[in-house]
Each structure stands twice: as C-alpha cells, then as structure tokens.
C-alpha cells in the first residue's frame, strides 16, 4: 500500500484531499483515514441505502475524485483539464473531463450513493485507466485540447 500512496494516483488523490483542508482538521490524519471514504467493500455496499439525495459528502468525493484525474492529465500534459460533473436527485448522472474545447473523459455514474472502491489498488487502478484514456485523447487530438 505504501508505493501506491508515494507514487501514482492515489498520491495525486490525496493531495487533492489536503488541498481542500483550509483549517487543517485532516492535518494530523494518516493517508490511510483519508482515503478510508473512498474504499466500500461489499458488505459496506450492503448497508448503503439507495433511497434519497446522495449525501453532499459523496457528491464532494467524487468530485474529488474526478478533479484528481484531471490534475494527474495536467502534470502529464500541460493542459489543464476540468471536470463537469451533473447528478440528480436520484444518485444518477454524468461527469466529463474538458480539456480546451476536447472532451477527453466521458462518464456515466449510477448509485451515487455507493461510490467507492473495494481496495486501495482497485481505486488505483480506475484512477490511472481514467487518466491514460484522457491522455491518450489529448495526444489523439492536441489541436482540439489546446484551443
């Protein structure tokens, strides 16, 4: 767990984390507390009801989320890459990822409720294949990224 909390994106994730702790009440947390919201097993899965607005805390995790994506395009192209992100009431919606006028990440999200990752390498995992699809659609059409 230790190299992929040092290296890759779930370094770039909780970074992400840290920056929004203008206060420093997660000043003195571990990487591990940090990300601790971010991995739902099965069982916790289980317990999550779907019923109702998707809490305001998970919508700002995965906003988290999706902002680390792109700050982890940015160091890797130059190009700054912006989420949208749009969920309904439902705990249904869509993200994209917009660099210049290309959108280099396109999203479905469902069960809202229940964002999460079964391990740290699973959340790993999706963060650096979401990362290298947006990049590859950035080198696939530059012209369209940097304007």
């Known amino acids: 767990m230790d190299a992929i909390v040092a290296n890759g994106f779930v370094a770039e994730l ?4 840290r920056a ?3 206060f420093g009440a997660w000043a003195r947390k571990s990487e591990a507390d940090l990300l601790e919201p ?10 999550i ?6 809490d305001p ?9 999706y902002r680390a994506i792109g700050l982890a395009v940015e160091k890797r192209t130059g190009l700054i890459a912006s989420p949208m992100l749009k969920i309904n009431h439902e705990g249904f919606g869509r993200v994209v990822l917009l660099a210049g006028n290309l959108v280099v990440l396109s999203k479905h999200l469902r069960d809202v409720h229940r964002f999460g990752f079964e391990t740290i390498e ?16 950035i080198e696939r059409f530059p012209e369209v990224a940097k304007l």
């Open 122 to 137: 699973k959340l790993e995992a999706e963060g650096s294949k979401l990362t290298d699809q947006a990049v590859l659609m």
């Open 20 to 22: 929004q702790d203008a």
């Open 49 to 54: 009801p779907i019923i109702g607005d998707p």
């Open 57 to 65: 805390d998970i919508i700002e995790r995965v906003e988290m989320f």
């Open 38 to 47: 971010y991995i739902v097993d099965r069982e916790k899965r289980k317990t």
């Open 14 to 17: 909780i970074r992400q984390i």
